[in-house]
Structures are given as C-alpha cells and as structure tokens.
C-alpha cells in the first residue's frame, strides 16, 4: 500500500547525477540471487542485512508496528507521529537536522501507512560522510523532540490535506473503501485521521505514542549497501541501544468477510463515475498468494496483457485504465478491481467487469498464463536492481516474519504454479456474490 505522511530531506544535485549514473551500472550487474542474513540485536531488533559492493552506497530502514491500526480511536496519532520525527531533537532544531543531512549529500525520509511507520537512510559510503550521516540518522530517530509550534504548523498542514480529500473523488471513493469493508477494524479509518480527530492530537499523546511504540523490540532493522557484517552489526546494535524496550502492541483482530454483496454510490460532480469493485483478500504469509498473484496478472495487473483490459476497454473503448490487485497486509488487506468512466458509461462498466471476473473463475487461456509467468520470471531481477528495492524487500521479509530464502523460492513457485492452482485459490478467496460495490460520480 501506499504510504502516507511523507518526511524527505532531499540530496543535492551532485548526488542526484552520481545516482542516475550508478544505478545505471547497478541495473547492469545480475542479481540473480540476494543472501539475506538476519539477527536479533541484545535488546530484541530484528536485523535484515544484504552486503552489496556494487556502489558505494548504504540504505538503512527502521520498521515499527507502529502503523494506523495502532491509534485506537485518536485516528491519525500514527501518522502524525510519523511525520515529526526527524523535525527536532534534544540537541537540533528543524533546520540543523535538514542543514545536517543536506551538507553530506544524506537522504532521510519517514511514512506510515496502516501496518507500520519506517524511516529510512541514504548515504555514500566514502569516509567523513557515511558516519556522519549515521549519526545524524541515530540522532533524528531516536532522539524525536515534538515542539509544539512545529505541532501546530503540520497540524494545519494536514487539515487542509484533509479538507482537499473531500474534492477528490478517486480520495473520497477510497475512504468509503476501508470504512465499509473494514467496519469495526483498526484498518477501517484514513490513516491521516479526519479533521475531528486530528484536531484534538496534542504533544502529550504525541509523545506517549513514540514513546510507546518506537522500541527497539518492536522493530526491524534492514541495512543493505557497502558494508561488511561487522559493520552492519556495530551500526543495528548502536540503533538497538538508543532506543528504548517495553511491551510490544497486541497481536491484531482478524477482519470478517462481508456475509452478502453491498453497494454504494456517492454523488459527486464529475463527468466521470469512479468505481471499485472489492472484497477481503489475503494476508502476508497466506499459502495462495503465488497463485493469486500470478491469476491476477493474467486477470488485471498486468496493463493490456489483462482480460480486464481487453475486455473493458480494447473491445469497448470504456475506459482509458483498468487495474486489478491484492494488498497483503498483516491481516487480511483488500481486493480491489478499480477504474475510471464517463458517466454515462459506468453501469456497462461495472457489468463487464463481474462478467469478466466471473468467466476467469471459470476458464483462461493456458497460452496466455505462460506469457504472463514468462514475463514475471524473466523480469523478476528488475526488482532487485537496486539497493533500495532490496531494501524494500528485506524489510518487508523482516516485518512480516517471511522465510530468509523469499526472494529465490518466489520466483520458482512462479515457474510451479498451474492452471489448476490459480483456479483453485482464486475460487477458494474470491467470492464475487458477496462483493463491496462503490461508485462515486453522476452514474447514468
């Protein structure tokens, strides 16, 4: 999913030009494998690790269960949290930090989306910079002051974000999404939080938040980049002793399905009706994921390689894009079926779209299914060529308790899968009786 209240101190040019070159040079370099080690630092962090020599680089990214399904009913405290860190400490203020980073070419930037909130670091490796650059990270993570005028300032910040969701249909269709699927759920509210909420967040549940959650056992530390073990090691244990320990968020509740399909439509005035067809999908770790993953390039992930592609829009001209996914969460995220139609089109829309949906449960194209996995095999070192998507990975490896050798067993339960296993665990999850509906628009 995609996360929210972004915080980046941006690079200067000169490190921006190094990276377009570098990268560069990376992409060219086969990943044909990625040996990912892993550890428990003394104060219980878990560490991901990936030496990678190829550039002069280091990316460091420290995961909290500390997303928005931890704000109980103060709806935004995490992502608010998020968003501060880094703005001041005990011994910087706003512009030191940013000044600090900025001077040795540094990159640091914090999100939270529902399951986490992850700050990340990167730095050239060369000597007097990457140290430095440490350092100033260790400080800005785990040092986090919350002043109260740079409290008011995001503060106002954000409500007008909010305010400006109400105009945005695409905003307002995904709200009503989580609200309706995820009733009574910590996944069912923005994770920015409404005005209300937002309004009443105050320095001491600020506080009281980071204090309760970034804890060094409850989180995940993933370094990749130009540096051996022992580094690596020295660097997670200095993270691990700075920050504090305590008792880590309970585990959480399981979403229920919904029991019969529901609609909703939202007037708004558009010329085009926004709609999303949607159910509970799987969580991280769930034994179909290979085989829904894979079904679903085939049925809609995959641009116009899809059906629901050549259905909606080669044969009917209905719309410009139409997509599909799963969202694996810590429970079970969502699947969405989503696009975008005049008006006047949006009811053939949505019956092309179930129909579509219903004849792939029943039948696909075997010819097809392997272009689909000998597209996904042989571009799968695309998502490893560079540091910071290996980051990405690992971290998500780490988090969601995946095995160490992920990234080699994915791609060859990719060249396994079967016709029959995508049928079969499309059939067991997808139950498009008992689908969430939601146009937002004029729908004629």
Excluded: C
Aim: charged fraction near 20%; hydrophobic fraction near 40%; charge should be neutral.
């Amino acid at each position: 999913m995609a996360k929210l209240a972004k915080l980046q101190f941006s690079a200067p040019a000169w490190l921006a030009s190094f990276m377009v070159v570098a990268l560069m040079l990376f992409s060219s370099i086969s990943q044909a494998s990625v040996k990912i080690e892993s550890w428990m630092t003394e104060q219980g962090a878990k560490v991901m690790y990936v030496h990678s020599p190829q550039l002069p680089m280091l990316d460091i990214e420290v995961t909290f269960d500390a997303g928005s399904i931890r704000d109980g009913d103060d709806f935004g405290l995490a992502s608010f949290t998020a968003s501060l860190v880094g703005t001041a400490t005990k011994t910087q203020s706003e512009d030191q930090i940013a000044d600090g980073f900025n001077k040795i070419g540094a990159q640091f930037g914090g999100s939270a989306s529902r399951d986490n909130a992850s700050f990340s670091l990167r730095t050239l490796t060369r000597d007097g910079v990457m140290q430095a650059a440490f350092e100033q990270y260790l400080d800005a993570l785990t040092q986090a002051q919350f002043k109260p005028e740079i409290i008011e300032r995001e503060r106002e910040r954000l409500l007008l974000g909010i305010k400006q969701k109400s105009v945005k249909p695409q905003q307002i269709l995904n709200d009503q999404l989580w609200a309706n699927l995820y009733p009574n759920h910590p996944y069912a509210h923005p994770t920015i939080g409404t005005e209300a909420t937002v309004a009443k967040l105050d320095q001491a549940k600020l506080e009281q938040f980071y204090q309760s959650h970034y804890l060094a056992n409850n989180a995940v530390i993933a370094i990749v980049g130009n540096i051996d073990k022992k580094q690596a090691e020295k660097m997670a244990q200095q993270l691990s002793s700075s920050l504090p320990t305590g008792e880590k968020p309970a585990a959480l509740a399981k979403p229920k399905a919904l029991a019969k399909a529901q609609s909703i439509s939202k007037e708004f005035p558009s010329s085009q009706t926004y709609y999303s067809l949607t159910q509970l999908g799987i969580e991280r770790g769930n034994k179909d994921y290979v085989p829904l993953f894979v079904g679903n390039h085939l049925f809609g992930g995959s641009g116009f390689g899809s059906y629901l592609m050549e259905e909606v829009r080669e044969k009917r001209g209905l719309v410009y894009s139409v997509y599909s996914y799963f969202a694996p969460m810590k429970q079970n995220g969502p699947f969405i079926i989503g696009l975008s139609t005049k008006n006047a089109s949006a009811k053939e829309a949505e019956q092309v779209v179930q129909q579509t949906l219903k004849d792939f449960l029943n039948d696909f194209s075997e010819e097809r299914l392997q272009a689909i996995k000998d597209n996904l095999i042989g571009g799968w070192p695309l998502r490893m060529d560079s540091n910071s998507k290996i980051l990405g990975y690992i971290s998500m490896i780490g988090f969601y308790g995946m095995p160490l050798d992920y990234l080699e067993w994915f791609p060859e339960q990719i060249k396994k899968v079967t016709k029959q296993d995508i049928l079969d665990a499309w059939n067991r999850q997808i139950q498009p009786d008992k689908m969430l509906t939601i146009m937002v628009g004029q729908p004629e």
